[in-house]
């Protein structure tokens, strides 16, 4: 997916249609040497939270998000995830 990172928001291109994201939090792991970047359409799940998602931006193969399918990577985001929940608190 082809992506616009301004200072708060994240436009990505769907199908030749713009969506506009808020940025949430970006970090980056010198184990995957990729950056991650979690961003939300302020919209609320079923469950009652607020959805966020959480893209991958690896500089050395394109400048496109990737999705996340690695287990690996997923429990760092989970981690992470978890730790920003925790200092929210």
């Known amino acids: 997916m082809e992506y616009q990172l301004e200072e ?3 436009k990505i291109n769907v199908d ?3 969506k ?3 940025l ?3 970090f980056d792991s010198e184990d995957t040497m990729k950056t991650y ?3 939300t359409d302020d919209k609320v799940a079923p469950n009652g939270r607020k959805n966020i998602y959480v ?3 690896s500089p050395f193969k394109s400048n496109n998000l990737e999705n996340i399918t690695d287990e690996k990577e997923l429990e760092m985001v989970r981690d992470f995830l ?3 929940d925790k200092e929210a608190r």
């Open 8 to 10: 708060e928001t994240l």
């Open 16 to 18: 030749g249609v713009d």
């Open 20 to 22: 506009e994201y808020k």
């Open 24 to 26: 949430l939090f970006t």
């Open 37 to 39: 970047i979690g961003y």
């Open 55 to 57: 893209s991958a931006i």
């Open 82 to 84: 978890e730790y920003l």
